[in-house]
């Protein structure tokens, strides 16, 4: 790790207002930099960086995206100097604090519109995840929302999904109606042949059960591509 070019001083030598505890309670928890953030959950750096520099360096190799840092495990952290085990799990904690909460916020939607309604929807479960997940949800006929469920969990590049635990779900509830769902944690949102392939296999079994999917969303962290907006619904 590079040192850095100026003079280090520790943060309890910075003046008051720009040290980051008095700074948030001076001017509030806005008016913080994510690495001033980050550094108060660190609470010291190094002999050569204080915890905000040791901060700004760990979100410089995630090109200052807090989504990828998500991503990060304890044992991705303690490979930077500085950090050992008790620091990276308190990163990974109010990271994964911030998750939950988005998770817990009140629907806004209880009815899907629109593909956008359905990746609102969705934005907790897949979101910042190192591998690939399918999830259906299932709606009434007014296209109310009966719930959600995770179908498989697979790997970087791909996960099994099995059409018969696809429907066993959706006739347990008594669905009327399916859209399917699953991450891409490279961040292409673009559908593979086998995309196309399970699409048109799942709604053709739709179409015998009268159970129709309405469409296919493939999910990643900032985007996502609906099989219905592009028309190619089989």
């Given at each position: ?12 030598q910075w ?58 495990s304890v ?112 961040g292409n ?46």
């Amino acid at each position: 790790m590079e040192k850095s070019d100026h003079t280090y001083l520790a943060i309890h030598q910075w003046a008051e207002e720009d040290r980051p505890r008095e700074k948030l309670l001076l001017k509030g928890k806005a008016s913080l930099s994510d690495a001033e953030l980050i550094g108060i959950l660190l609470g010291s750096g190094t002999k050569t960086l204080s915890a905000v520099d040791l901060a700004k360096q760990i979100l410089s190799t995630v090109h200052n995206d807090l989504h990828a840092l998500a991503k990060l495990s304890v044992t991705d952290l303690i490979r930077f100097k500085g950090i050992g085990e008790a620091k990276a799990i308190t990163i990974v904690s109010a990271l994964e604090l911030g998750r939950r909460r988005k998770e817990s916020e009140p629907r806004k939607t209880f009815r899907i519109t629109s593909s956008s309604d359905a990746y609102e929807y969705m934005k907790p479960e897949l979101t910042d995840l190192p591998h690939e997940e399918f999830w259906i949800i299932m709606l009434r006929r007014n296209n109310a929302i009966i719930g959600k469920e995770q179908i498989s969990v697979g790997g970087v590049s791909g996960t099994a999904v099995d059409p018969k635990v696809i429907f066993k779900k959706a006739l347990d509830v008594m669905a009327s109606g399916l859209i399917l769902i699953h991450n891409h944690p490279s961040g292409n949102a673009q559908p593979s042949e086998a995309d196309k392939k399970l699409t048109r296999k799942v709604k053709s079994a739709g179409e015998t059960l009268d159970i129709p999917v309405y469409d296919h969303l493939i999910f990643t962290d900032h985007t996502y591509f609906s099989f219905s907006d592009e028309s190619i619904m089989p």
